[in-house]
């Protein structure tokens, strides 16, 4: 059974760069029928795709984020990542790893990152 | 970048009848549509992908339909549990892109 699980810091201050790890389990990243991707969620608000990437290393990203993302994979671990730079009290909000072909099949459980010194 | 919008913001429906969800896209996205349905501090939980086809392990009483730019999700007959947040996604091409969710309400 598929599982994902993000993990990475709660807290980070502005200005700096958020990080997050999507641990997958009972599955491999090195699929090529699956996409694995981000989404986030600001508290109270609705779902915004961040990126996604395919097993080959193509990337990619939502224009509104793009200059500031980057999502890397480490395949050795089955993990993939994401790196957000110059966070502002905006970018405060439940963040998802899933896998997707289109649609969004499988998610982690999120894990809230708040933005704030 | 395709903009979705779903109509209603919130709907109040009561339990055992039947709740109709909109969704429309500002361009064609043909059939490449899902639907999630979200309860409070849980992940999105995938209903409906293909515009009409059910995810494994969703119940009948969850249906879609459309295509283009014009798309609905119907439950038959509301069960307690279906009282959620329902987004709809595309993902026709990149950037995919949300609606801004429906919030069907216990009336």
């Known amino acids: 059974q598929l599982q994902l699980q993000e993990s990475g810091p709660g807290l980070v201050k502005p200005s700096e760069t958020l990080s997050l790890t999507c641990t997958v389990s009972?599955?491999?990243?090195?699929?090529?029928?699956?996409?694995w991707g981000w989404i986030r969620q600001p508290p109270g608000g609705g779902l915004e795709w961040i990126g996604s990437f395919f097993y080959s290393g193509t990337t990619y990203y939502n224009p509104s984020l793009k200059s500031r993302v980057t999502i890397s994979v480490q395949t050795s671990k089955n993990q993939f990542s994401l790196k957000l730079s110059s966070v502002t009290a905006a970018d405060t909000a439940v963040y998802y790893c899933?896998?997707?072909?289109?649609?969004?099949?499988?998610w982690g459980q999120g894990t809230l990152v708040t933005v704030s010194s | 970048e395709i903009l979705m919008t779903q109509s209603p913001a919130t709907l109040s429906v009561s339990p055992g009848e039947r709740a109709t969800l909109s969704c429309r896209a500002s361009?064609?996205?043909?059939?490449?549509l899902a639907w999630y349905q979200q309860t409070p501090g849980q992940a999105p939980r995938l209903l409906i992908y293909g515009a009409s086809s059910r995810a494994t392990g969703i119940p009948a009483r969850f249906s879609g339909s459309g295509s283009g730019t014009e798309f609905t999700l119907t439950i038959s007959s509301l069960q307690s549990e279906d009282f959620a947040v329902y987004y709809c996604?595309?993902?026709?091409?990149?950037?995919?892109?949300f609606g801004q969710g429906t919030k069907l309400e216990i009336k």
């Open positions: 996604q595309h993902y026709d091409n990149w950037p995919y892109s």
């Open positions: 361009q064609s996205v043909s059939s490449n």
């Open positions: 009972g599955g491999s990243i090195n699929s090529d029928n699956y996409y």
């Open positions: 899933a896998r997707h072909s289109g649609d969004f099949d499988c």
